[in-house]
Structure formats: structure tokens, C-alpha cells
């Protein structure tokens, strides 16, 4: 139901999944999109904290049939499925249709005891379509 609307924003989940490592981020989705696949049928058109830890998602809560084709279309995708199987993310898809991304990927601890950071946290970068 939702395929088609979540490969037209592939590409750009894609380019935020790799600029997650900064920080969150956060995608203002287009509503029309959404109601046009929905068919006239009522959904529950959000979910929270789908997780995808080493390209496996994380069955722990139930996730919606929106958050389930979302996980289909990036595991789909070679370029996106390799991002997903190198790191940890969480997403979560708000009622004012705003996909928020995290890398959720400890940070690794080296021999020394001395926690790993990959990147500084920078502010949330949100982008409107």
C-alpha cells in the first residue's frame, strides 16, 4: 500500500540515514502522498521507534504496516541495505508526517577503557518537501 510512496523518498531517506552519524534527523514528508496510497481507508498513519539494528528490524513492538513497508523498501535497495546492515537505527513517523532518523550505534569502547565517538552530536538538520 505504501511502497510506491516510500520509494519515491528513498533517495532521500537514504542521504539522511548517512547524515544521522551528526545527529538526528528529521524529513517533513508530503501528506498528499500518503492519503493518495491510503485509498480512502483509515489507518494509523504513524509509529515510534521502529529499530533496525544490523539490518534486522527489531520485533520487540508492533509495528504498523507503514513502518513494516518502510523496512521492505530499504531493505530492498542494495545501497540503502548496506547502510542498514553496518550501523543501528531508530525511526519514527509522526502524525504531522516527519520521519525522524537516529543512528542508535553504541559507541565503541577501546582497549583503554576510553569510549569511541565517531562524530560530535550536531543539531537535529530538518528538511521540508
Do not use: C, H
Amino acid at each position: 500500500m505504501f511502497s510506491q510512496t516510500w520509494k519515491k523518498y528513498l533517495p532521500l531517506i537514504t542521504l539522511f540515514l548517512k547524515k544521522s552519524v551528526n545527529g538526528p534527523q528529521t524529513i517533513q514528508l508530503n501528506q498528499t502522498d500518503f492519503m493518495r496510497a491510503l485509498g480512502g481507508r483509515k489507518i494509523k498513519l504513524s509509529f515510534a521507534q521502529m529499530q533496525i539494528n544490523k539490518g534486522r528490524m527489531n520485533n520487540l513492538i508492533k509495528n504498523t504496516a507503514l513502518a513494516k513497508e518502510l523496512a521492505d523498501v530499504l531493505n530492498d535497495d542494495a545501497a540503502t541495505s548496506a547502510l542498514l546492515r553496518s550501523r543501528n537505527y531508530s525511526f519514527a513517523f509522526t502524525s504531522n508526517f516527519e520521519l525522524q532518523i537516529t543512528d542508535v550505534t553504541p559507541a565503541e569502547v577501546t582497549a583503554t577503557g576510553e569510549v569511541k565517538e565517531e562524530a560530535e552530536a550536531q543539531q537535529p538538520e530538518t528538511t521540508n518537501l
